[in-house]
């Protein structure tokens, strides 16, 4: 089992940044891949950013250049950092982890608003 827990939500003007961090706890030794995920009202959860054991990533089009994702594993945490953010980046985000054997495991969400 491995649980996840997401923080740095909030409200955030336009151009504005936030970090977000999610915490690992449990069998991290499990864990591959780490990703973050959101889902705005009415829409279906996408990717944003996936981060590999060896640090390799994966943005969306959409956050390229404007999001970091980033792996500690001394401290068994990712984070997200979001610059630029966008009235559309508003969402829940989600920290995810899969792991070896390709099981997949959710924190409970953080919202993220952005707006004036």
């Known amino acids: 089992q491995v649980q996840l827990v997401e923080s740095g939500g909030g409200l955030v003007q336009p151009g504005g940044s936030l970090r977000l961090t999610c915490v690992t706890s449990?069998?991290?030794?499990?864990?591959?891949?780490m990703g973050w995920y959101r889902q705005a009202p009415g829409k279906q959860r996408e990717s944003v950013a996936i981060i590999s054991p060896g640090g390799v990533t994966n943005y969306a089009d959409s956050v390229k250049g404007r999001f970091t994702i980033s792996r500690d594993n001394a401290k068994d945490t990712v984070s997200l950092q979001m610059n630029s953010l966008k009235p559309e980046d508003t969402a829940v985000y989600y920290c995810k982890a899969i792991t070896w054997s390709r099981r997949d495991y959710w924190g409970q969400g953080t919202q993220v608003t952005v707006s004036s």
């Open positions: 449990g069998n991290i030794f499990s864990i591959r891949d």
